[in-house]
């Protein structure tokens, strides 16, 4: 792995050196933090302090953390775990969202070509309802790293007696987060996105919200997910949590670089869209296009070299197939299909989006009709 160029942040991050060592420490310490004696009351310890940590990532209070597997059954329990609300969601959510939404016949609010919520939409569909909403908009687009203006949309639901749930998986770490601030009831992480391990993540509930739990068992986590806590898991969640927040600083350097990558690709193809470009977006994020070229081929080509990107999202059991998120943005199944992802970090150096640009460009005047090289 160590010649590989990797710029599939978004997908999941690389696991930070110090969180690996904690959770092989962890893992050599047996106790069960629902047990009283000393063993349990060690696991039980090291549970609190990555509550904490992680609440300081999502500026929350610790009682307000959840503990879950991951993003997906954050955002299952989110939609699943409050009764009597309609619920909505946008056209570009992720597909845990738009899975779960389905099982509850939910509505969909529709996004304007630049990835951001139809706020006239929303208002309208929401007006038509007699139900409570309950409503799921991602904070920042794992697609297109497109950020939605939150705080407003919030207001907006709670204005109309609804709740708000925000899926703020690929924003923690690269921008900050303020969850009072942002006025929402609900917003879930997830630890391998920020350089912890998979299968760890967690639900963030504002406090004096009931919300039920899906999966039945112990009455762990104040009764809110069943089932005995994955110790050592949690507490390199909550390391990776301290890490990505001392280094948020860092990302305006990864900004500065995925610019001049876009720049460069726009220079070399100028009939390449950049989606998004024309809202605010996650620093490290850009999804372009290659005209004429799928994105199948693209990613083959780029991993035959050694570079590691992406179609669409990564969790969409490795098809790669038309982005559903850029066609609710406009785009046509062509264009969309010809579209691929490039998510940067903190490893990422200057020297390897050189690389990336010039197979980019080799691929582009082989490949492409569009290009009379």
Known sequence: MSDLIYLDYNATAPIRPEVTDLVATVMGEWGNPSSVHAAGRKAKGRLETARRQVAALA??????????SGGTESN?????????????????????VLAAAGMLEARTIAVDSTGRLDIADLREKLGASDTPALVSVMLAN????VLQPIREIAELIHEKGGLIHTDAIQSAGKIPLHF??????????????IGGPQGQG???VREGLAIQSIQKGGGQELGRRGGTENVAGIAGFGLAAELAMAALEKYDAIEEQRDRMEAAILKISPGSQIYGQGSKRLPNTSCLSMPGVGSELQVMNFDLAGIAVSAGSACSSGKVKASHVL?????TEKEASEAIRISLGWLT??????TFLEIWEK???RKSPDCAA
């Open 363 to 365: 691929l582009y005047r």
């Open 327 to 331: 066609t609710a943005m406009g785009a």
């Open 76 to 96: 299952n329990l989110a939609l699943k775990g409050l009764a009597g609300y309609e619920v909505f969601i946008s056209a570009a959510e992720h597909d845990s």
């Open 349 to 354: 150096k200057p020297s390897e989006i050189d």
């Open 142 to 145: 794992n697609e297109t790293g």
């Open 59 to 68: 500026g929350c209070k610790a009682q307000e953390v959840i503990f879950t």
């Open 180 to 193: 009072k601030d942002m006025g929402v009831d609900m917003l879930s992480l997830s630890g391998h996105k």
């Open 202 to 204: 967690a639900l963030i």
